[in-house]
Nanobody
Framework: QVQLVESGGGSVQAGGSLRLSCAVS????????MGWFRQAPGKEREGVAS???????RYADSVKGRFTTSQANDKKSLYLQMNSLKYEDTAMYYCAAAERQWGCPPTSRVPALLWRGQGTQVTVSS
């Protein structure tokens, strides 16, 4: 079973930056999708970004141009660089992954990927 552990969350002022990391352990797959989603109190889970085994990335419109996801060369870590943070980015951020032959689903479906971490809190003050 794949295990995912997020880190890097914290508190930051609006306009600031944070970099989240997700450590991946367990079986590896040649074809996969990995991504990030978030959930704010009282709101539904929102897919944020994804990257597939071909390196193709997708982003939610709400973060496009501000967030960048990437993975380590050994595929054991996933990152989310968040710049120009806004108050509305405040949420618990989760890492997710699944074995997938044909790339990632639409970003909105990242929360439904099979394996998910426990999350890391991001708080942006205005």
């Amino acid at each position: 079973q794949v295990q995912l552990v997020e880190s890097g969350g914290g508190s930051v002022q609006a306009g600031g930056s944070l970099r989240l990391s997700c450590a991946v352990s367990g079986p590896t797959f040649s074809r996969y999708c990995m991504g990030w989603f978030r959930q704010a109190p009282g709101k539904e889970r929102e897919g944020v970004a994804s990257i597939d085994s071909d390196g193709i990335t997708r982003y939610a419109d709400s973060v496009k141009g501000r967030f960048t996801t990437s993975q380590a060369n050994d595929k054991k870590s996933l990152y989310l660089q968040m710049n120009s943070l806004k108050y509305e980015d405040t949420a618990m951020y989760y890492c997710a992954a699944a074995e997938r032959q044909w790339g990632c689903p639409p970003t909105s479906r990242v929360p439904a990927l099979l394996w998910r971490g426990q999350g890391t809190q991001v708080t942006v003050s205005s």
